[in-house]
Antibody, heavy 114, light 107 residues
Framework: QVHLVESGGGVVQPRRSLRLSCEAS????????LHWVRQAPGKGLEWLAV????????FYADSVKGRFTVSKDDSKNTLYLQMSNLRLEDTATYFC???????WGQGTLVTVSS | AIQMTQSPASLSASVGDRVTITCRAS??????LGWYQQKPGKAPKLLIY???RLQSGVPSRFSGSGSGTDFTLTINSLQPEDYATYYC?????????FGQGTRVDIK
């Protein structure tokens, strides 16, 4: 079974940091780019970031550039999203997505609130 | 960043209707566009990739067309399970960008 499972969401205060994880199974983790996409409550989808299959390059949406960092650990089949200087508008469900966009995680909710 | 303008924002349709949703890119993106269906509380599902290629397992009533800046998702003979929100996504250039979404509900 091919799966992506996110974890690490929760309630965090503004300007604090949080790290999300996404554990992959059932496919060759090293062969795919991996993305993060988020969705604020009741809103549309927003593409956030990608790390290429070999980790050679990363790209970000302007809204998170300089605050969020995407990384991965091939030995653990795990993708990460390090989020710093969080803002109220970062409140959303965060999805990890395999590079072909066929496989999505179930999402993890991040709430930024004082 | 490339802007994706999706329309309409919402529509009401009956079972059996033909539904058309459009996305317009702010610059040419070849055929580097996908369409996604999302139901409440669920992750999105890939329907169409490369503008017109049907993802495996997706019913043939879904079709996509377009190239350059103008793209269309068509649902022929709308079924009850098709009531959902639909998004386009350009994968031509980073940062990738989604359209704003089209909610399809029951008339």
């Amino acid at each position: 079974q091919v799966h992506l499972v996110e974890s690490g969401g929760g309630v965090v205060q503004p300007r604090r940091s949080l790290r999300l994880s996404c554990e992959a199974s059932g496919f060759s983790f090293r062969s795919f780019a991996l993305h993060w996409v988020r969705q604020a409550p009741g809103k549309g989808l927003e593409w956030l970031a990608v790390i290429l299959y070999d980790g050679s390059n990363r790209f970000y949406a302007d809204s998170v550039k300089g605050r969020f960092t995407v990384s991965k650990d091939d030995s653990k089949n795990t993708l990460y999203l390090q989020m710093s200087n969080l803002r109220l508008e970062d409140t959303a469900t965060y999805f990890c997505v395999r590079g072909d966009f066929e496989i999505w995680g179930q999402g993890t909710l991040v709430t930024v609130s004082s | 960043a490339i802007q994706m303008t999706q329309s309409p924002a919402s529509l009401s349709a009956s079972v059996g209707d033909r539904v058309t949703i459009t996305c317009r890119a702010s610059q040419g993106i070849r055929d580097d566009l996908g369409w996604y269906q999302q139901k409440p509380g669920k992750a999105p599902k890939l329907l169409i990739y490369a503008s017109s290629r049907l993802q495996s397992g997706v019913p043939s009533r879904f079709s996509g067309s377009g190239s350059g800046t103008d793209f269309t998702l068509t649902i022929n003979s709308l079924q009850p399970e098709d009531y959902a929100t639909y998004y386009c996504l350009q994968d031509y250039d980073y940062p990738w960008t989604f359209g704003q979404g089209t909610r399809v509900d029951i008339k």
